[in-house]
């Protein structure tokens, strides 16, 4: 009987371990489940696509033990998740080639004249924001919307703080630009309907 108490032991321990792993990766889950599906659809710009990337992260991620050892758990989960919607969206641009497909997708943008009558500047960041060049877009993102900081988007992205800097500011200057450009073009559609109002107007009375 003596003989066999640590085997007993080490059974009896060996369940709560388990148990802890998976209360622990569960826990990792519900805190940050919003967060790493924003950081996919950042990179992929699709619900489905972000929702499968954020599971096969964090499927892959379970089945290591890296995850155990993690100091900054956003910017290590962020950075895993990254990497699996960057993987994704290469398969899906090498799907599309190899089959020979175009891709048409509907473009639901608000047009700059409805934005204007509206006067919906939010809407128009988002589309000024969506026209924005793949790595400015992403860095954006990652920095402004999920909050991480310049050190931590580096990590994410696998580039230098100081490129992450650097198109920070590319982007917030393209914004800027944008939003001046729209808000004149407007300015002059506006201007240019009135004046032909008014010539419709004036003709009218002239008959």
Same mark, same amino acid.
Do not use: C
């Given at each position: 009987?003596?003989?066999?108490?640590?085997?007993?032991?080490?059974?009896?321990?060996?369940?709560?371990?388990?148990?802890?792993?998976?209360?622990?990766?569960?826990?990792?889950?519900?805190?940050?489940?919003?967060?790493?599906?924003?950081?996919?659809?950042?990179?992929?710009?699709? /619900? +489905?696509?972000? @929702?499968?990337?954020?599971?096969? &992260?964090?499927?892959? #991620?379970?089945?290591? *033990?890296?995850?155990?050892? =993690?100091?900054?758990?956003?910017?290590?989960?962020?950075?895993?998740?990254?990497?699996?919607?960057?993987?994704?969206?290469?398969?899906?641009?090498?799907?599309?080639?190899?089959?020979?497909?175009?891709?048409?997708?509907?473009?639901?943008?608000?047009?700059?004249?409805?934005?204007?009558?509206?006067?919906?500047?939010?809407?128009?960041?988002?589309?000024?924001?969506?026209?924005?060049? /793949? +790595?400015?877009? @992403?860095?954006?993102?990652?920095? &402004?919307?999920?909050? #991480?900081?310049?050190? *931590?988007?580096?990590?994410? =992205?696998?580039?230098?703080?100081?490129?992450?800097?650097?198109?920070?500011?590319?982007?917030?200057?393209?914004?800027?630009?944008?939003?001046?450009?729209?808000?004149?073009?407007?300015?002059?559609?506006?201007?240019?309907?009135?004046?032909?109002?008014?010539?419709?107007?004036?003709?009218?009375?002239?008959?």
């Amino acid at each position: 009987m003596l003989g066999r108490q640590p085997e007993d032991a080490h059974k009896q321990t060996a369940v709560p371990d388990h148990a802890g792993r998976e209360a622990d990766f569960a826990r990792i889950v519900t805190e940050h489940a919003r967060f790493l599906y924003r950081v996919a659809h950042s990179v992929l710009r699709h /619900a +489905e696509d972000a @929702e499968d990337a954020v599971q096969d &992260a964090l499927l892959k #991620l379970y089945r290591g *033990e890296s995850w155990r050892e =993690m100091r900054e758990e956003r910017a290590f989960l962020a950075r895993v998740v990254w990497r699996a919607a960057i993987d994704r969206k290469e398969r899906r641009l090498v799907s599309f080639e190899s089959e020979g497909a175009e891709l048409h997708l509907p473009d639901l943008r608000p047009t700059p004249d409805r934005i204007a009558e509206a006067g919906d500047e939010r809407a128009l960041l988002h589309e000024l924001i969506d026209e924005l060049p /793949a +790595e400015l877009r @992403e860095t954006l993102l990652l920095s &402004a919307i999920e909050e #991480l900081n310049s050190r *931590e988007v580096g990590e994410v =992205m696998g580039v230098p703080e100081g490129t992450v800097r650097t198109r920070l500011m590319r982007a917030r200057n393209e914004l800027r630009a944008g939003f001046e450009e729209r808000k004149i073009r407007a300015g002059s559609e506006q201007n240019q309907s009135l004046l032909t109002t008014g010539k419709t107007v004036q003709g009218g009375f002239s008959r």
